[in-house]
């Protein structure tokens, strides 16, 4: 149980074009799921936190306008990366919680490698 | 907001010893406590969690010691394999939002 999927697991696109990264959670439901970047051999940087049927809450420094989060059902947040630029390439890993288990644990998806040319 | 800090940043052993790495955390309001292991291009995994009302979690090989008073907690791996090789990032979380901030990792290499 608890898996979490992301699509696309790779991605490249050119400068300038938008690009849209799905999360899901495939065997439990999630108000909440959070996005990370990482870059190569760093840590994972929270992004935002997606709340489901709200706004999404950005961490200092992320541009909610660049950076689209939609939170549209319990099992599925979409981060839509505008206009992208060499830059924002990156990978991109979701993370979900299971609100059935009344649990602090997150369960991460595979990610997403973006590369913009 | 929450800054936590790992070291070291990279650790080799021997196959058989033990490896140890350290967090400490900086928002008093932090309960939850996990360590991730993430192998190369791969989803991190969870190994063992902690929470602020515990001092000590034990799972077979790997254990999580916490001390809240000096906001420092730490995974303990025992008799490590080279299977244990991966980066491992420890994170603190709060009730509120549940957001994790991760350490910025270390990067374990067991030597056969």
């Known amino acids: 149980g608890a898996v979490v999927s992301q699509h696309p697991s790779w991605v490249i696109c050119k400068s300038g074009t938008s690009v849209k990264i799905e999360c899901r959670s495939l065997?439990?439901?999630?108000?909440?799921m959070f996005w990370y970047r990482q870059f190569p051999k760093q840590s994972l940087m929270l992004m935002a936190t997606?709340?489901?049927?709200?706004?999404?809450?950005?961490e200092q420094g992320v541009e909610k306008d660049k950076f689209l989060i939609n939170h549209a059902s319990l099992t599925l947040s979409t981060l839509t990366v505008t206009s992208a630029h060499p830059e924002d390439s990156s990978f991109y890993i979701c993370?979900?919680?299971?609100?059935?288990?009344?649990?602090?644990?997150?369960?991460f998806g595979p990610g997403t490698r973006l590369t913009v040319l | 907001g929450e800054n936590v800090e790992q070291h070291p940043s990279t650790l080799s052993v021997q196959e058989g010893d033990s490896a140890v790495i350290k967090c400490t955390y900086s928002d008093s309001a932090s309960n939850y406590f996990p360590w991730y292991k993430q192998e190369l291009g791969k989803r991190p995994q969870l190994i063992i969690d902690i929470r602020s009302n515990v001092g000590e979690k034990k799972d077979q090989r790997i254990a999580v010691t916490l001390n809240k008073t000096a906001k420092h907690f730490s995974l303990h791996i025992t008799e490590t394999q080279p299977e244990d090789s991966a980066v491992y990032f420890c994170?603190?979380?709060?009730?509120?939002?549940?957001?994790?901030?991760f350490g910025t990792g270390t990067s374990l290499t067991v030597i056969p």
């Open positions: 997606s709340n489901e049927g709200s706004k999404a809450t950005y």
């Open positions: 994170a603190a979380s709060t009730n509120t939002g549940n957001q994790f901030y």
């Open positions: 065997d439990f439901q999630a108000t909440t």
């Open positions: 993370s979900a919680r299971d609100i059935q288990l009344y649990t602090d644990t997150q369960y």
